[in-house]
């Protein structure tokens, strides 16, 4: 996520970095969970981290991992007060559209929050998150993680 602006001056081009992001990652799989999401959002988060990026994770409560946790490299995680349920793709967040909202805005605002990114297609969290976050204005990503296509 290294934007670079670029303008073109005659023959010359002029190109800078376009500032640091703060980056909110979200879904319903997430560390104490194992699995290929988990993993994939955590080294995404560290590697954010390393290039001067301010990230933080929300995900779903796992048993009584509730609040705000730090990980390593400062990545601050909402571990968010809805339970998992077992659905056949996996333990997910039951679809609540409005509930989460209030506190979703809260962490935007508290966080200064200018980029959303969602992952997985399962994930009832990260489509409530985006589907807020882009309504409110914020820039939004969605990493599709399933063997699932656009045409199923």
Known sequence: ????????????????PMGKHRIMLVSDFFWPGF????IHIYNL???L????????VLTRCYGDRRGVRYITNGVKVYYVPFKGVAFPPGTTTV???????PLLRNILIRER????HGH???SNLCHEALFHAKTMGYKTIFT????FGFAD
């Open 45 to 47: 988060a560290q590697c």
């Open 113 to 116: 929050i200018n980029i959303v």
């Open 35 to 38: 699995g290929g999401v988990e």
């Open 144 to 147: 599709d993680h399933s063997l």
């Open 120 to 122: 997985q297609t399962t």
């Open 1 to 16: 996520l290294f934007l670079v602006s670029i303008r073109a001056l005659g023959a010359q081009t002029i190109c800078r």
């Open 95 to 101: 679809p609540n559209f409005f509930l989460l909202f």
């Open 49 to 56: 981290v390393a290039r001067g990026h301010k990230v933080i």
